[in-house]
């Protein structure tokens, strides 16, 4: 720890630790709702596809719902002694903000079937929308 203090790395790691928590933490909030709102839709889908990529294609050599930026964030807490002790961001962010302490499967349904509800919603509205933006063009 001495080390890091000298070079000005632990105070750049609890910066980076604090910002992660907020970024992730908005992140998987706009993944839930940005779907319901006409202006953030193409981005909401990006953000899905993006997180579609890491589970599964990146998860595919890191193990089925990896994250890079919950890697990059765990590693991070594990330079500052705050190693995680959770195998689910999730798990650990309702441990984190609220001190409940969900089963680790229930948590693990619960954020797969949102999920899962939430692809079906931006494919559902963004292809919707695509073909009344189409259709209008059409007209005039």
Same mark, same amino acid.
């Given at each position: 720890?001495?080390?890091l203090r000298r070079?000005?790395?632990?105070?750049q790691s609890t910066t980076f630790d604090n910002i992660s928590l907020i970024f992730?933490?908005?992140f998987i909030l706009f993944t839930i709702v940005g779907w319901r709102f006409v202006k953030t839709r193409r981005i909401h889908l990006i953000t899905v596809?993006? !997180? =579609?990529f890491s589970w599964v294609v990146l998860g595919y050599w890191h193990g089925f719902g990896y994250c890079f930026w919950t890697d990059w964030h765990w590693n991070v807490r594990s330079l500052l002694g705050k190693p995680p002790l959770h195998n689910s961001y999730i798990q650990f962010l309702i441990i984190e903000l609220t001190g409940l302490y969900p089963p680790y499967l229930l948590t693990q349904r619960v954020? !797969? =079937?949102?999920?899962v509800l939430i692809i079906v919603m931006t494919l559902t509205l963004n292809v919707r929308d695509y073909l009344r933006y189409s259709s209008l063009r059409r007209r005039h």
């Open positions: 720890m001495k080390r070079y000005g790395l632990l105070f992730h933490t908005l596809l993006l !997180t =579609i954020t !797969t =079937i949102v999920f």
